[in-house]
């Protein structure tokens, strides 16, 4: 009950907030939008939600035991915390309801978040070299060539023998760290594979979305869609992440003729339509708490006499 009252009051500080006559660009720019697109567009960020959960199930597959539903809910919560919570607050949702639902430890689960972020980082930097506008072809090789040998090269380091745990200290420490995140490297399977699927399912919905609200071609609104990401991923944002990410996509929509007040007009009901959808995702996956699997203590014995 506690959690419903804590949705409403929400969602009406939200409404106080919309009814601010300043948000009618927003609702002018949604306008021109089907309901049937905003239900394909929202299904297809659902499915981009199933892919990370079922990248999370491949990694902690030991610990899961096919409880994709529980795996699911965190990546809900888990993505609507980091919309939210700013200065990339959120993300510590992930380790801690892992823990708390799977019994993962923090560091356990943070070497593989660290592990989530390297390759999503990849994977957009290399379709930003792919896709932004005005690039010279020399600079897209360079940069793809770049991002791909450090994604190859990076587990196959922290794979590497060392001896940074000898000695105690900092360097013993700092040691310790990179053999967990040599095992966050290498658990996932298929990790590259539901990372790519689930970006080129991502974007490909955002870039749609936001030529829809520009009126503009798919290959034209694309790489706005791209640059959005690429500045949400930093590693420091503000609340919500509101600023970067539209400043991120006005750049590059600039390059396509696109003015700069129409690239953020449209950057911002796209990041809205986003946030929304994860908020929503997340308050209902909050409302069906999951049952923890932690190792059951072991009964006692019989009493002596």
């Not at 943070?110 to 600079?139: N, Y």
């Not at 990372?195 to 790489?223: D, H």
Request: proline share 5%; net charge positive; aromatic share 12%.
């Amino acid at each position: 009950m506690k959690r419903a009252i804590s949705i409403i009051v929400t969602l009406a500080l939200l409404a106080w907030l919309a009814s601010d006559q300043r948000w009618k660009m927003v609702g002018d720019a949604f306008a021109s939008i089907t309901p049937g697109a905003f239900v394909a567009v929202a299904a297809a960020l659902f499915v981009t939600y199933v892919l990370r959960a079922l990248r999370v199930c491949d990694e902690f597959r030991d610990d899961v035991n096919g409880r994709f539903g529980a795996t699911l809910r965190i990546i809900l919560i888990h993505n609507a915390m980091i919309n939210i919570v700013p200065f990339r607050g959120g993300e510590t949702a992930f380790p801690i309801l892992l823990r708390q639902v799977f019994g993962v430890s923090i560091v356990r689960a943070g070497a593989s978040l660290l592990w989530f972020r390297l390759q999503d980082a990849f994977v957009v930097g290399v379709l930003a070299c792919l896709v932004w506008p005005g690039l010279h072809p020399a600079l897209r090789v360079a940069g793809i060539a770049a991002l791909i040998a450090a994604a190859w090269y990076l587990p196959r380091w922290a794979r590497a023998p060392h001896n940074w745990t000898a000695g105690g200290g900092i360097v013993s420490k700092f040691g310790k760290l990179r053999d967990i995140f040599t095992e966050a490297t290498g658990r996932s399977r298929f990790g590259w594979w539901w990372t790519i699927a689930n970006w080129a399912l991502k974007l490909g919905v955002q870039g749609w979305l936001l030529a829809m609200l520009l009126n503009t071609s798919f290959q034209t609104a694309f790489p706005g869609a791209v640059g959005a990401e690429a500045a949400a991923i930093l590693p420091v944002q503000g609340v919500a992440g509101f600023g970067t990410y539209e400043a991120g996509a006005a750049a590059a929509l600039l390059y396509s003729g696109i003015a700069m007040k129409d690239g953020l007009q449209a950057a911002l009901a796209l990041h809205l339509f986003i946030l929304c959808s994860a908020v929503a995702t997340g308050a209902i996956a909050w409302l069906f708490p999951s049952k923890p699997t932690l190792p059951e203590t072991p009964a006692a014995g019989p009493a002596r006499k």
